[in-house]
């Protein structure tokens, strides 16, 4: 069973970076053609992809995003991290780890989410 857990800060300042991991177990993050993501939601919108990494170390990146968003991973730890720079309140939201896209066609396992604030 895969389990992913996201952590970090609840509160991050305007024009700061929101950094966040996550923490996988019951599977490798370097496991073949495996890709895990970054998703966030926003009350009243959808679930918004912002990237992921890949098994092979490759990165990808929504076009919307590509300038403040980096995805880094930590494969002694099982672990990825998400970086979102120069923060504004629009980011405001709940974000989640999965495994999914690009290398597979579905997410098949989500961690529960963390509320992360953007407020001074």
């Not at 912002?50 to 990165?59: L, P």
């Not at 990808?60 to 504004?88: A, G």
Request: aromatic share 12%; proline share 6%; charged share 15%.
């Amino acid at each position: 069973q895969v389990q992913l857990q996201e952590s970090g800060p609840g509160l991050v300042k305007p024009s700061q970076t929101l950094s966040l991991t996550c923490t996988v177990s019951g599977g490798s993050i370097t496991a073949k053609d495996s890709s895990w993501s970054w998703i966030r939601q926003s009350p009243g919108k959808g679930l918004e992809w912002m990237g992921a990494i890949a098994y092979d170390g490759n990165f990808y990146y929504s076009p919307s995003l590509r300038s403040q968003t980096s995805i880094s991973r930590d494969t002694s730890k099982n672990q990825f991290s998400l970086r979102l720079s120069s923060v504004t309140p629009e980011d405001t939201a709940v974000y989640y780890c999965a495994r999914g896209p690009p290398l597979w066609a579905t997410y098949d396992y989500w961690g529960q989410g963390t509320q992360v604030t953007v407020s001074s």
